[in-house]
C-alpha cells in the first residue's frame, strides 16, 4: 500500500457518522469551502438530488427561509426544512414545468451531481454525462439568477475541453475542481460556473 494511501470509504463512515445520506456530501463541502456558492437566505435548485446529502449539507447552510427543491429519478425521503421534491426526468418538459410551478423567482445557485447509470465504458458514460450537464446547462439559462453560481458534476473524456469551452463563452467564470472525496480512480470532476 503507497505511504500516502487513504482510505476514501473513511468518508462513507463520516458521512452516516454525521447523518448524512451520502459521502458526496463532502464534494459539495469542500466546493463551499474553496468557492462560497451557499449564503444564509439563498434559494437552491438541486438536479440528481437523491439521496438527499446535498439536500442535507445545502438546508444548514442557507437557513429555514431559504427555499430548496430537489429533483431527481429516484425518490428522496423527507428533509427537515423548506424543502419541496419532485421525482422527474430532467430532461422531461414536466421537469421544467414543476420548477416554473414551484418557484416562479430565478435561483442565485444551482447544483447539478446527476449521474448517468454507468455502463463501465468510459467513453459512452462520458458522452451520457455530457448529455445529462448541456440539459442542466439550458435548465440553468433560464432558471439561473445573473451572478448566479452553478455547479455540475461530469465525467470526463472526449468531449470535456469542447465542453467547458462552450461553457466559457456562456459563463463569466468557469473553474474546474476536482474534490479530495472525489474517488482517485474516478473520472469525475466539479465544474464552478457564475452567470
Ligand atoms: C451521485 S447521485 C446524487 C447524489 C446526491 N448529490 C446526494 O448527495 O445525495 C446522482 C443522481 O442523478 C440521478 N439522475 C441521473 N439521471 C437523471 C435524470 N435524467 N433525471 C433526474 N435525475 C437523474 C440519479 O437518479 C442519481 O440519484
Do not use: C
Not at 444548514?60 to 423527507?78: F, N, R, T, W
Amino acid at each position: 500500500m503507497p505511504k500516502n494511501f487513504v482510505p476514501q470509504d473513511r468518508y462513507l463512515k463520516k458521512a452516516k457518522e454525521l447523518g448524512y445520506r451520502a459521502r458526496s456530501v463532502f464534494k459539495l463541502a469542500e466546493i463551499q469551502d474553496k468557492f462560497k456558492i451557499l449564503k444564509p437566505g439563498m434559494d437552491v435548485l438541486d438536479f440528481g438530488a437523491a439521496p438527499g446529502s446535498w439536500l442535507q449539507y445545502a438546508v444548514k447552510i442557507v437557513g429555514p427561509k431559504a427555499e430548496l427543491i430537489g429533483l431527481d429519478l429516484q425518490s428522496i425521503e423527507h428533509i427537515a426544512g423548506n424543502i419541496k421534491i419532485f421525482v422527474a426526468d430532467i430532461f422531461s418538459p414536466e421537469a421544467e414545468s414543476l420548477i416554473q410551478k414551484n418557484h416562479p423567482a430565478l435561483f442565485p445557485v444551482i447544483l447539478s451531481d446527476l449521474a448517468p447509470a454507468t455502463s463501465g465504458a468510459k467513453e459512452v458514460d462520458h458522452l451520457k454525462s455530457i448529455e445529462l450537464n448541456e440539459r442542466v446547462v439550458s435548465l440553468a439559462e433560464k432558471f439561473l439568477a445573473p451572478h448566479g453560481n452553478l455547479v455540475l458534476k461530469i465525467f470526463q473524456g472526449g468531449d470535456f475541453d469542447g465542453f467547458v469551452k462552450n461553457l466559457k463563452s456562456r459563463f463569466s467564470r468557469v473553474a474546474v475542481f476536482k474534490p479530495k472525496a472525489s474517488r482517485d480512480r474516478s473520472f469525475e470532476v466539479y465544474i464552478i460556473a457564475r452567470k
